[in-house]
């Protein structure tokens, strides 16, 4: 007999039968990805840890309208979009956004070391701020995309858009990253 490991498929229709302990293991696998996911979008840990929960519970819940079990991973991405997406619209008054600080000074530049090259915390640090400047919608579809590993139709299923969007959303992301990140004068 030969064993493989189970797929997401079967512990979501365990899951549908009430074994809690397989929704416990998709959890496990998808928590972290989630998390991230959430984390770069809302910037902050707590609201992070919380949405990540109300995911979790909110799948669980609709977990039978889940009408193909091979669609879990963009339908739980899309759960997690409409979360932090609400969380967003409704803490919008009180926050400023990371953008219009950037906004207010567009002539900053990533930091550099001596000899003109990033260091990995300081690489980081830039690509973070490089994010930042970009439309909330760009944003998303570059995280989808480059730390998610998605497809095209995968994102647009996510976002609830068509792929012609998403991928305008992302050359256009793509272009403005590289005008911040390439050091001045030289192309990446």
């Known amino acids: 007999m030969i064993f493989r490991e189970v797929e997401d498929r079967d512990l979501i229709l365990q899951t549908r039968k009430g074994k809690v302990e397989a929704y416990n ?3 496990s696998r998808w928590e972290k990805r989630i998390y991230n996911y959430v984390l770069r979008l809302v910037r902050n840990r707590e609201d992070a840890l919380d949405l990540t929960q109300d995911v979790f519970l909110k799948a ?27 969380l967003l619209r409704r803490q919008r008054p009180d926050r400023v956004e ?28 830039a690509v973070t701020a490089a ?6 919608e760009q944003r998303e579809a570059v995280m989808l995309k480059v ?8 994102i647009a299923e996510i976002l609830e858009t068509p792929v012609s969007t998403v991928k305008s959303r992302l ?3 793509f272009d403005q990253l590289k005008d911040v990140l390439a050091p001045a004068g030289k192309t990446v």
Request: aromatic share 14%; no cysteine.
């Open 147 to 154: 730390f998610e590993g998605f497809k095209f139709e995968e």
């Open 171 to 173: 050359y256009t992301a």
């Open 25 to 27: 293991l998709l959890i």
């Open 131 to 136: 994010l930042a400047r970009l439309k909330p």
């Open 98 to 125: 990371l953008n219009e600080a950037i906004a207010e000074d567009p002539g900053s530049t990533p930091f550099e070391s001596g000899g003109g090259r990033l260091l990995p915390l300081e690489l980081s640090m």
């Open 60 to 86: 669980y819940q609709n977990l039978n309208k889940l009408d193909d079990v091979e669609r879990f991973g963009p339908w739980l991405f899309r759960i997690a979009h409409n979360e932090t997406f609400s």
